[in-house]
Nanobody, 118 residues
Framework: QVQVVESGGGLVQAGGSLRLSCAAS????????MGWFRQAPGKERELVAA????????YYADAVKGRFTISRDSAKKTVYLQMNSLKLEDTAVYYC???????????WGQGTQVTVSS
């Protein structure tokens, strides 16, 4: 079993920055990838960014390219999401997820709220 805990959400003004952290613990940790998803009220959950654990290769949704950066610390089993130039439309609950098979995310955190105000 794997436990996933997010932290770092909060309230920020538009144009500001936040850094989310996601710490994993539990079973032998060698995932295929870790990802950050978000879900805004009334909208479906969407993948924001992902990182392949072994290679560090990253993926970003078009909406966040150039503003968000995903990174990992293998020794700490932690992935980060640096969010800059935040916009009102970035307001959502952000979830971290871990996948052991390409395209699948098996373990999820409880979510952390990010609210961007004008």
């Amino acid at each position: 079993q794997v436990q996933v805990v997010e932290s770092g959400g909060g309230l920020v003004q538009a144009g500001g920055s936040l850094r989310l952290s996601c710490a994993a613990s539990g079973r032998t940790f060698s995932p295929h990838s870790m990802g950050w998803f978000r879900q805004a009220p009334g909208k479906e959950r969407e993948l924001v960014a992902a990182i392949r654990w072994s290679s560090g290769r990253t993926y970003y949704a078009d909406a966040v390219k150039g503003r968000f950066t995903i990174s990992r610390d293998s020794a700490k089993k932690t992935v980060y999401l640096q969010m800059n130039s935040l916009k009102l439309e970035d307001t959502a609950v952000y979830y971290c997820a871990i996948g052991y098979v390409a395209g699948n995310y098996d373990y999820w955190g409880q979510g952390t709220q990010v609210t961007v105000s004008s």
